[in-house]
């Protein structure tokens, strides 16, 4: 487990759990973080040194943010056993895919992952064995991916209680830039709009509609940077619809907004969102 | 009561059991839902008739759609007897404070109120008769309104369990524009983004940061144009936001895409919401 925070803790508690795993092996930047996660029962072992820390591992997972992970992927490969299987938690997959479509070593593969669960908590601590349980996961195999090595990933995340969908990564990151991450920016432009003499005034409605945007800023510029071209074109059509809603609104359109407004509950609630 | 949904209900609910209300009265336009809701115990009485179902009550709430309030109150005023106090809870208040600028009978007083407590559920079946517990109240006063009528409406709110604050009618539509109106906007855009390809891949971020837009889409219109110069200038404030989030991402600016998120967070925790 590359990265010990909320969805490499929840990772390790899972897999411990359900049996994918005899043992974790944590690695992390901070030694003491590593001796809390140790203590609290949800690695093994603890390595500050990635190459150490991966020796002995037939299946290696970064969480980190998801602009590290090629070049952690990369020289993780490097001290891996033969027949070690590396993956990934990250949000983006195609800019991690062509980083790494120049191969690994022999013997070592990679398969992109994505489980669709977390939250906008961070750190060990908030980690739960259970967050993947019923939840979709995406694996993304490369070019070169031999069908052993994907199918070995999905198993794992099966394993965890996950429904596995298999996309590509540039499939996935079309997608998830309007499920996810699209969300994450209008949340913040929403919680940014709130003027400080209103906040007493903010109620559930606010709460719910902006609680992602307390996610951790540095990971989600990784994520909007390593998604750019996908979350600025799902922007686009996000401005095409509020400026629709604009417009019924100018003309005092009735009828308009309350289609806008249909279409968008019907179109929700069709998700069998509730 | 006037309209019995679920912040009739509620209110009904809690009336009777912090002893706020004696008994409640509840006026609709379907017999058949009032016999319903009297079986449930939300109402001692159903009238279909405005002018008699109000006619013994010393309060009288409205709970419809905003577009409907101004009228039903002048409406009832002409029934009500000598010292009833109306009031509504209705999301916006300029617009009916302007209809009713010109005075009720004498001896009937209204005072506008509007408690920051609901979901998206509707009708009285979801009516939780603690919905107002810890939650704010806005009580908008007329100009010509008494200190006695405002000073009884605010102790109905706060028996209810509420926190009342006081307001203009319009400090309260520029307030609640930013904070409840323009969400239900963005979620309403955001839920009307989705594919219906990309749906299974929508998680708890999406569901969450969607979940107000499937209100029901009448009440809404209402409230978006009854609130239309506030709904918006927030919704100008928010284009702008969301367009620095664009320009940092369209330039691959991750110091600026950093600090926008993390203005965004700040904003959003120095709420108190978590």
Redesign the interface.
Known sequence: MVGVGMIGGSIALAAKSCGAAKSVIGIGRAAQRLEQAHRCGIIDEGFVDLAAGVRRAELVVFCTPVDRIAAGVREAAGSCQNGALITDAGSVKACIANELASGLPRGVEFVGSHP????EQQGFQHADGRLFEN??C?VTPLATSSRVAVDRIAAFWEALGSKV?EMSPEAHDA??A???H??????????????????????????????????D??L???I??GN?DS??A??T???G??AE??RA??H?D?RR??E??????A?????G??
């Open positions: 669709l669960a977390g939250s939840k979709m995406v969908v997608a998830l309007e499920t996810s699209l969300p994450h920016l209008t949340a913040a432009a929403l919680a940014a709009t709130l003027s400080s003499e209103n906040r007493p005034l903010a109620a559930s409605g606010f709460r719910d509609t902006t609680r992602i945007a307390s996610g800023p540095d989600w510029t990784a909007f940077l750019r979350v600025l799902s922007l059509k996000y401005d619809l509020l809603f604009r609104i100018e005092g009735a907004l309350q806008l407004l249909a279409a968008a509950k179109n929700r609630e069709g998700n969102l509730q």
